[in-house]
């Protein structure tokens, strides 16, 4: 399984980015999707996060300012991030629970894309 996020890049304060990841390869099913971000010297956190027919949960940072989705039949999730602030820059990383197998679970990750935000 492969998850391929884009969209990241240099914004000005107050602008917004829309960042999306792509889930690959061989599964049965997509359990989660998600956002998490990390900037240096501290622990990645979550961003947003929905599980198969549950609500998704906002870190409290983002709640009104970002929104995930996703697209199913592309096996997508996006994040839309508006009214950007320099402390949001961080490298995002898109997260997949995926259904490898009918017993099995892998927690995926894709690669990090940097999203940078000038005051």
């Known amino acids: 399984v492969q998850l391929q996020a884009s969209g990241g890049g240099l914004v000005q304060a107050g602008g917004s980015l829309r960042l999306s990841c792509v889930v690959s390869?061989?599964?049965?099913?997509?359990?989660?999707l998600g956002w998490y971000r990390q900037t240096p010297g501290k622990q990645r956190e979550l961003v947003a996060a929905?599980?198969?027919?549950?609500?998704?949960d906002y870190a409290d940072s983002v709640k009104d300012q970002f929104t995930l989705s996703r697209d199913n039949a592309k096996n997508t999730v996006y994040l839309q991030m508006n009214s950007l602030k320099p402390e949001d820059t961080a490298v995002y990383y898109c997260?997949?629970?995926?259904?490898?197998?009918?017993?099995?679970?892998?927690?995926?990750w894709g690669q990090g894309t940097q999203v940078t935000v000038s005051s």
């Open positions: 390869g061989r599964f049965l099913a997509i359990r989660a």
């Open positions: 929905v599980r198969n027919g549950g609500t998704t």
């Open positions: 997260n997949a629970l995926v259904a490898t197998g009918w017993e099995t679970t892998n927690d995926c």
